[in-house]
């Protein structure tokens, strides 16, 4: 947690400090054998992605495919898990307070810059176009890259499409597919399995290891009883409609 706070003050961020699962993970990652590997890396850049069950599900793929660190531009509280299946909780997040910032870090890990879009002078995935550490930027939902987010980028790639009946991908499914070509270009080791399912790894369980998504819901639970104590408070009180204003 110490280190992650120097590095809020060096990027000029508000990261939040981060559950001890997570700065572990950071130090020797989910997968150790690939922490070990020397092989290149590949982070993530959150920024601009509306839907909350977006973010659950890219999280989800990035953890299955060997993400390094996840960088979220903006604020934990807007931060939604919702389809992560727990698996947030072993993916390293680090909070920035712009988009800037969140791309400085990943230059000082070595990064470039991939934004996934459809665009002039993308290069088809098929061609495996990454050059080692590899910091990807995903677009929001409906329009995209946005200007500001593509000039940070140093290249651009597309999914070839080979059906004609939609025009682009859901950013989640976009980033699972990329995702997985990053780690066969980089020759991952692949996990190992048990059954029909890949290994998970036990996290350690420390008291009060709270993630600010759990805070979060628990306030909002905490409101929602406020709310219902309230109504039901009022209800007892005057009826459904509350006291009735006596007539003149």
Not at 50 to 73: D, M, P, T, W, Y
Not at 107 to 119: D, F, S, T, V
Request: aromatic content about 8%; proline content about 4%; glycine content about 10%.
């Amino acid at each position: 947690p110490t280190s992650r706070r120097r590095l809020a003050r060096a990027y000029g961020s508000s990261m939040a400090a981060p559950t001890r699962a997570a700065a572990d993970n950071l130090d020797r990652g989910a997968n150790a054998a690939l922490q070990a590997s020397g092989l290149p890396r590949f982070y993530v850049i959150l920024s601009n992605v509306a839907k909350k069950n977006n973010i659950g599900s890219l999280l989800r793929s990035a953890c299955a495919f060997g993400v390094r660190e996840v960088l979220v531009a903006g604020s934990p509280k807007n931060m939604q898990f919702f389809g992560a299946q727990g698996t947030h909780k072993h993916v390293p997040l680090t909070y920035f307070d712009n988009l800037e910032a969140a791309v400085q870090y990943a230059r000082e890990q070595g990064c470039r810059i991939c934004g996934i879009e459809i665009k002039e002078g993308s290069r088809s995935l098929l061609s495996q176009p990454f050059e080692g550490n590899t910091a990807f930027l995903l677009g929001n939902e409906g329009h995209g890259l946005s200007e500001r987010q593509c000039s940070v980028c140093d290249y651009f790639v597309y999914i070839p499409h080979y059906g004609d009946g939609t025009a682009s991908l859901n950013v989640s499914i976009a980033a699972s597919i990329v995702f997985q070509h990053f780690g066969a270009w980089a020759q991952y080791p692949e996990h190992s399995r048990e059954g029909e399912k890949f290994v998970v790894k036990e996290l350690p369980v420390k008291g009060g290891a709270e993630t600010e998504y759990d805070r979060q819901v628990q306030a909002d639970r905490a409101v929602r009883r406020a709310e219902r104590e309230d109504a039901a408070a009022a209800a007892s009180a005057g009826g459904l409609f509350g006291e009735e204003q006596e007539s003149s």
